[in-house]
């Protein structure tokens, strides 16, 4: 049966930015396909929150405290993976965002600024599939979902540490889909269009004027697509970009032109 290829049963899906939004969403979905979950963000309220949906579906939620942008914090989850749940089958980047920054004139953003958000999206990832990597290696399987933004694709006015970070995940997931396909371990990145995750954001959207179905999207629709890419089904799927965007980006731009400057995307 094609729906007991989307099984997850035994795997171990460590999962970043997990404690809100898309992250919690990705969690509860791994979970209720069979999976489970090393949950991680840097609020722990947020992770016993996300731990407790979690243990509902009779799956395990271990919970890891982690600021994404440590090394060490990042391969200290890494290690409380292992260690408490013995391997690591997938790794779900999905920890990130923008902030006040968004919006600025170049000329008014500083150093520590750019710094910020490179490390917040994109440095963030890197040390994360640096730290499970060796593990699925050794297990010889191994899926890595990066979780990005139509930013990556198209830009956006006064939008730098975004847009460029966000850019840089499609081609960290590339790089390392070409490098580690040889050891089973497959590499591909979501690209989530508007999911409000506040309610701020939800009246912002709510008309869905930049989306051509005409509504932003709900975090429960993301979850599917993340656990189609962490089955064995999706095995000869590797370094691709997929969006799920309401066809915002189906003409290259968002359809009035116009790219919204509230950090939509952040989890």
């Not at 460590?14 to 949950?39: E, N, W, Y």
């Not at 509902?56 to 090394?71: N, Q």
């Not at 993340?226 to 089955?231: E, I, S, T």
């Not at 590797?238 to 359809?255: C, Q, S, Y």
């Amino acid at each position: 049966m094609i729906l007991d290829d989307l099984k997850l049963d035994g795997r171990v899906a460590l999962i970043t930015g997990a404690g809100r939004g898309l992250g919690r969403a990705m969690s509860i979905k791994f979970a209720q396909a069979g999976a489970d979950i090393v949950a991680a963000s840097r609020t722990r309220a947020q992770l016993e929150e996300t731990a407790a949906e979690v243990e509902k579906t009779g799956r395990k939620c271990v919970i890891a405290p982690t600021d994404v942008t440590s090394s060490e914090q990042v391969n200290a989850m890494a290690a409380t993976a292992v260690r408490e749940l013995g391997r690591i089958d997938i790794l779900v980047n999905n920890a990130g965002g923008g902030d006040d920054s968004l919006g600025k004139p170049i000329e008014q953003i500083s150093d520590a600024e750019w710094r910020r958000g490179l490390d917040t999206n994109l440095t963030s990832q890197f040390y994360a599939a640096r730290a499970v990597i060796p593990q699925m290696v050794k297990q010889n399987r191994g899926k890595i979902i990066n979780v990005a933004s139509g930013y990556g694709l198209r830009g956006g006015k006064h939008n730098y540490m975004y847009a460029c970070s966000k850019g840089g995940v499609l081609q960290l997931t590339r790089s390392l889909a070409l490098t580690y396909a040889q050891y089973n371990i497959q590499t591909n990145c979501i690209v989530p269009g508007i999911f409000p995750h506040n309610e701020e954001m939800m009246r912002f959207f709510k008309g869905g004027k930049f989306i051509p179905i005409g509504r932003p999207g709900d975090d429960a629709e993301l979850g599917p697509l993340a656990v189609f890419l962490a089955a064995d089904l999706s095995n000869h799927i590797n370094g691709e970009i997929i969006a799920i965007d309401g066809g915002g980006l189906a003409g290259g731009v968002t359809p009035t032109g116009v790219v919204p400057v509230l950090p939509a995307e952040s989890r």
